[in-house]
């Protein structure tokens, strides 16, 4: 099946904001609502009852070990640079090194397995969605409190909502077709009122969501802007279908844009940023360089484009993320 320039390219904008998100960036909680959530629904367009999962958790998990073994490598190299071999060797074994980005890979797939088996056990859809509402608004309500979270389970319990319901968007019909290929379809005029009306939700019911932090603010203002945000960066690309070819290649490696990105931002800084900073200025702060939004967006963009050539080469010659 050919793929989808618009989905791809809404990963590609997705992905963009992940990485902008980890930067010191003044605005990131005007997308920090809908990014993660994005994926979530992406991904569960593309889940179906009777294929085998093995396609979709293995690459995931492949991905979340191979970087957590060159993040493991990169704060071992650290450690040697900074003397604290022990500690950077604590920090390998710990499994502190998931706290990044990578978190997100091995929560998807636990998301996947999930849903299969729920899939399997509930079969009407009613219920099952009706399953998926309760378990998102009882991790919700627990949010932070929770003191025991092995392999990120309560961010893939919370973010499996999301995907169910990208299942039912992309494969349930309604009035003729699935909902996103009734917005896939809308006219430029209906679009545009449609995404202004998504823009404004983001507005109103702009939410203090972290879904790594499990903080979710108001289940609700976080489904509304959840969804708004994720049918805005849809719409938009399915508007914009014939010039966002770039953004599609962007988003079909973002797995590895994903895995690569936050090692990084800090050494682009720390070795490149901020050295630069002190030979224009000599009276300039390490503070005063990371507060910098120019700056901020300007190593975004660098670094989305350093991992997406890696993502390349990497698929291309790394047997292991061939097919």
């Not at 998301?111 to 079969?123: A, D, G, I, S, T």
């Not at 378990?135 to 389970?153: D, E, H, M, Q, T």
């Not at 203002?221 to 399915?238: H, I, R, Y």
Request: overall charge positive.
């Amino acid at each position: 099946m050919a793929r989808d320039v618009a989905i791809d390219a809404a990963k590609g904008i997705g992905i963009f904001l992940v990485v902008l998100g980890h930067h010191p960036f003044a605005f990131r909680d005007c997308f920090y609502s809908f990014h993660i959530p994005l994926f979530f629904v992406i991904s569960g367009f593309f889940f179906r009852e009777e294929k085998s999962l093995v396609g979709r958790v293995k690459p995931l998990l492949v991905a979340f070990l191979f970087y957590y073994v060159l993040s493991a490598l990169k704060a071992l190299v650290v450690g040697v640079l900074q003397d604290d071999v022990v500690g950077a060797v604590r920090v390998c074994l710990s499994g502190e090194l998931a706290d990044g980005p990578i978190w997100f890979l091995l929560a998807l797939a636990e998301v996947c397995l999930f849903v299969k088996v729920l899939f399997w056990l509930v079969r009407n859809d009613a219920l099952r969605l009706l399953m998926s509402v309760v378990i998102f608004a009882v991790v919700c309500r627990l949010g932070a409190s929770v003191s025991f979270n092995p392999l990120f389970f309560f961010q893939a319990m919370a973010m499996q909502f999301f995907y169910v319901c990208g299942y039912f968007m992309y494969n349930k019909t309604f009035r003729g077709g699935g909902i996103y290929h009734i917005i896939s379809n809308l006219k430029e005029p209906y679009a545009a009122v449609a995404m202004f009306l998504f823009l404004l939700s983001l507005v109103v019911f702009r939410s203090d969501v972290d879904v790594f932090l499990l903080r979710f603010g108001n289940p609700l203002d976080l489904v509304v802007s959840g969804f708004a945000g994720t049918l805005l960066v849809l719409m938009f690309c399915n508007v914009m279908r014939k010039k966002v070819g770039w953004l599609a290649s962007v988003g079909k490696y973002s797995l590895h844009i994903m895995g690569l990105h936050k090692l990084l931002i800090s050494p682009l800084y720390s070795y490149a940023f901020i050295p630069m900073a002190g030979l224009l200025d000599s009276g300039v702060s390490g503070e005063a360089v990371f507060g910098n939004q120019a700056l901020a967006l300007g190593s975004a963009l660098l670094v989305t484009a350093v991992s997406y050539y890696w993502g390349v080469f990497i698929t291309r010659h790394c047997r292991l993320f061939r097919g």
